[in-house]
């Protein structure tokens, strides 16, 4: 059974740093990767899709990577700012639906 | 603009009461999924449904119903079988297009609560 596991589970930084988020999933045979912004009391926000044909995807300052040999995807925040504070998710589809990590709460102080 | 549409925010429930979750999308998506999400967990899967009056049980579908008459709506029902419903509720669509999803949407979120 597909499991997707996320670390570090928090993560505290100052405003301008540069941050990596990890997601590993114990089946290789993914689909797509997708990462969320999920906001205290909120719905998802879909960030990046990574389809199976691809290895990463960039939107502004998020780039997010996808290996499959190794089964990890890694999310790359660049110059982080407050408004960045939120918790991630990553998620990866090995069947007809998407199977979620817990996630990473992530907090930028300026 | 195009989304999904949940309602109620917010919703109570008695204990033995069975209550109604509205999902509604207007993206065209042929398939439509429930998601429950517990503090300190990872959303799990309850229903999900890839064709109009056709769906499947998710790894938590035990007391919980839902129905697909139309590809625009995926209504909940939370049964008074479900021992533990307070949680947040997410529904959530995608587009089939041979490999099984496109990406993901998700709508605000109901969030259950048994008084």
């Known amino acids: 059974k597909q499991e997707v596991t996320q670390i570090p589970a928090a993560l505290s930084v100052p405003e301008g740093e540069n941050l990596v988020l990890n997601c590993s999933f114990t089946?290789?045979?993914?689909?797509?990767l997708q990462w969320f912004r999920q906001d205290p009391g909120k719905g998802l926000t879909s960030l990046l899709l990574?389809?199976?044909?691809?290895r990463e995807q960039t939107s502004g300052r998020l780039n997010a990577s996808l290996d499959k040999s190794s089964g990890r995807s890694t999310l790359y925040i660049a110059a982080s700012q407050p408004g960045d504070s939120a918790t991630y998710l990553c998620?990866?589809?090995?069947?007809?639906?998407?199977?979620f990590g817990k996630g990473t709460t992530l907090s930028v102080s300026s | 603009d195009g989304g999904i549409t949940q309602s109620p925010k917010y919703l109570f429930r008695k204990e033995g009461q069975n209550v109604t979750l509205s999902c509604e999308q207007n993206?065209?998506?042929?398939?439509m999924y429930w998601y429950r999400q517990d503090p300190g967990q990872g959303l799990r899967l309850i229903y999900y449904?890839?064709?109009?009056?056709?769906?499947q049980k998710g790894d938590i579908a035990e007391g919980y119903s839902v129905s697909r008459e139309k590809k625009e709506s995926f209504p909940l029902t939370v049964t008074s079988a479900q021992k533990n419903p307070t949680a947040f509720y997410l529904c959530?669509?995608?587009?089939?297009?041979?490999?099984?999803?496109?990406?993901?949407?998700f709508g605000s979120g109901t969030r259950l609560t048994v008084v």
């Open positions: 998620a990866g589809q090995a069947g007809t639906a998407l199977i």
């Open positions: 089946d290789s045979a993914i689909y797509n």
């Open positions: 449904s890839q064709i109009v009056n056709d769906f």
């Open positions: 990574i389809q199976s044909s691809q």
């Open positions: 959530a669509s995608s587009q089939l297009r041979g490999i099984p999803t496109y990406g993901y949407t």
């Open positions: 993206l065209n998506h042929d398939a």
